[in-house]
């Protein structure tokens, strides 16, 4: 299958300091992907549908000027956490297809943020 | 709006046994249904994308059904062994959206040897 590479794959950063993300589809161009967070022992939830060449589209209730996103290419996507909190800290996993909407999605390995 | 339960949260079976995870979702105008599983700490891996004109798909010891009339699809581990034991996650991408996927909350599988 398609491959998805996140990096870093677990990050520590201090409060209020911002933390980058960055989400590659190897071998597809991706005009669309996705990103999810994921708490403990929970399942995941979408944050935000990032478009190559424009705006990201939040889901209710993800705060736009904490989570940027921006995709500046076919094949990459990043999530920039402004200002992080410790409630900030989570599990945050990328998603792309290599299609239309209704393909296989595939997903990156994710990122352990921690803020202390 | 869209919701996905999976059912049992979680499972501890002795190794070598069949099992079914249950997956269901409120709202059947779905484009797909995707079972992927995840280790943890670690990322999903996908296991079966089921279109939703399709009733089932195969993949070596997996097989995942969908009934999409009744919301349900499963998911049937054969022969289970030790490194199956992760959580399962299964997700729906609803026609009225650009692709992005409802997941359920999982289930944890722990396999004995």
């Known amino acids: 299958g398609a491959v998805v590479s996140q990096h870093p794959s677990w990050v520590i950063c201090k409060s209020g300091t911002s933390v980058k993300i960055e989400c590659r589809s190897l071998?597809?161009?991706?005009?669309?992907m996705f990103w999810y967070r994921q708490f403990p022992k929970q399942s995941l939830m979408l944050m935000a549908t990032?478009?190559?060449?424009?705006?990201?589209?939040?889901e209710q209730g993800v705060e736009k000027d904490k989570f940027l996103i921006n995709h500046a290419s076919l094949t990459l996507s990043t999530l920039t956490v402004t200002s992080a909190h410790p409630e900030d800290s989570s599990f945050y996993i990328c998603?792309?297809?290599?299609?239309?909407?209704?393909?296989?999605?595939?997903f990156g390995q994710g990122t352990r943020l921690t803020v202390v | 709006k869209q919701e996905v339960t999976q059912i049992p949260a979680a499972l501890s079976v002795p190794e070598g046994e069949n099992l079914v995870l249950n997956c269901s979702f409120t709202d059947s105008a779905i484009y797909n249904l995707q079972w992927f599983r995840q280790d943890p700490g670690k990322g999903l891996t996908s296991l079966l994308l089921?279109?939703?004109?399709?009733r089932e798909q195969t993949s070596g010891r997996l097989n995942a059904s969908l009934d999409k009339s009744s919301g349900r699809s499963t998911l049937y581990i054969a022969a289970s062994q030790p490194g199956d034991s992760a959580t399962y996650l299964c997700a729906v991408s609803s026609s009225s959206n650009t692709g992005k996927l409802i997941f359920g909350q999982g289930t944890t599988l722990q396999v004995k040897p």
């Open positions: 089921i279109q939703s004109s399709q």
């Open positions: 071998d597809f161009q991706a005009t669309t």
């Open positions: 990032s478009n190559e060449g424009s705006k990201a589209t939040y």
């Open positions: 998603s792309a297809r290599d299609g239309a909407a209704y393909t296989e999605a595939f």
